[in-house]
């Protein structure tokens, strides 16, 4: 996991236009979610940032699971399949409350 915590710390220090179509800068509230969220792991998860101002979690195994989180939400998606589900969290306790994938 201490990867993810590199990963975090490279985001801090993107710039404006840091992918070439004009994204905007991580928010810190967003990295230090993110930064919470890594002890609540239980499996590996990739780690990237994207143009929403988000950082984005990714695993898969025989479902494919993402969390994205934002300043003012956080988005949790699995898949198996042709069956999926979405949820939307205002926070991290409540992800981590409502969640039991990760």
């Not at 967003?30 to 994207?50: C, F, G, M, R, S």
């Not at 979690?57 to 025989?62: N, S």
């Amino acid at each position: 996991m201490d990867k993810n915590y590199q990963r975090l710390e490279e985001f801090s220090k993107l710039e404006h236009n840091w992918n070439g179509y004009n994204a905007e800068p991580i928010p810190k509230d967003v990295l230090q979610t993110a930064k919470d969220l890594i002890p609540h792991l239980t499996k590996e998860w990739y780690l990237y940032p994207t143009g929403r101002q988000s950082v984005q979690f990714e695993r898969e195994d025989e479902t494919y699971y993402e969390i994205e989180i934002f300043s003012d939400k956080i988005e949790a998606f699995k898949m198996l399949g042709d069956d999926w589900e979405q949820k939307e969290y205002k926070d991290l306790p409540e992800l981590l409350k409502g969640c039991d994938w990760l």
